[in-house]
């Protein structure tokens, strides 16, 4: 039997930052790196890791190789999310940190769900014409050779709650003009969200069909706790299909063996909420063999002190499964 460590982690916007502006790389580094290390992670699914540039050369992810230097990371592999210049983007890349061989990788965006079209009802000046809802980060699959076969890692950071910006409806960067316009603008976010929860199950059942025993592992920041659509919609429960027939595809969220006390990965208002998941086809609870939520050291990201510059390090916690694989 040989140990794979799977982990997730959303790094929240880790960059660089200009002399004097603080929370510096170092100091962030130095509050972070210990928690990777703790991860001995064969494979880390990351998100919000911003890209660097240098010059002459292709945006790349400088910062996230230095917060993997002296870990089991270091040197490994890093495939990332990308624009069509074949570098890095410059906000929130999502990506797989591995040293298994990598044999494929794609990114999808509006791919497998077209994104949907609609007329906002509160936009200064009014809408002529719908608009399409599209969504701004990809989806990340990379398929590893784990053990002489495929393992299929999909790393996803779907839309959050945060209402999608309004035209002429913003005072400010926080201040909404209207409440109907804040509630359109969370109606918005949660079709993005909910595009790339259809895209997410529409890419597991396209692998399916192709192999009805491969192993798959969703993980990342699905910014929706364990009962909301989101999730839901890409675990396809029986319970919620009614159809028997399809139990061999239910995705299966590994965090169910953590107890519900230690179960999150953000606090929000003085509450734990479970946002990052990692749900993995039946195929593959044979070989599971326990799960961690490293989240003893959390901050109330929602307090109006909990500033960067006071809480350098992510907000929120990650989390690694292990699994004994022949």
Known sequence: MTELRI???????????????????????????PQIQRLRADIACFQEVNGQERPGQPRALHALRALLTDTVLEGAELVTTKPKDDGAYNERNIVVATHLPV?????LRNELVAAPTY?????????????????????????????????????????????????????????????????????????????????????????????PDARIVVAGDFNATPEEVPVLAIRGQVEDTGNGALAARVLVPIEQTVPQSSRYTLFHQGQGNMLDHMLVTRNLLAHYRGSEIHNEILHDESQSFATDRKFPESDHAPVVATFDLP
Request: proline letters at 6%.
């Open 7 to 33: 982990s997730t982690f959303n790094l929240e916007n880790f960059d660089e930052t200009a002399d004097g502006v603080e929370p510096s790389l170092a100091d962030r580094i130095a509050l972070m790196r």
């Open 103 to 107: 044999l494929s990788r794609q990114q």
């Open 119 to 211: 007329r906002r009802l509160t936009a200064i000046p009014p809408d002529q014409f719908a608009i399409e809802i599209g969504v701004e980060r990809p989806i990340l699959h990379v398929e590893l050779n784990v053990g002489g076969r495929p393992l299929h890692v999909i790393n996803v950071h779907l839309k959050s709650k945060l209402p999608t910006t309004i035209p002429g409806q913003m005072v400010d960067q926080y201040t909404w003009r209207s409440a109907d316009s804040w509630a359109e603008g969370s109606f918005i976010s949660s079709m993005k969200r909910m595009g790339q929860a259809l895209e997410v199950r529409r890419l597991v059942d396209q692998i399916l069909d192709g192999d």
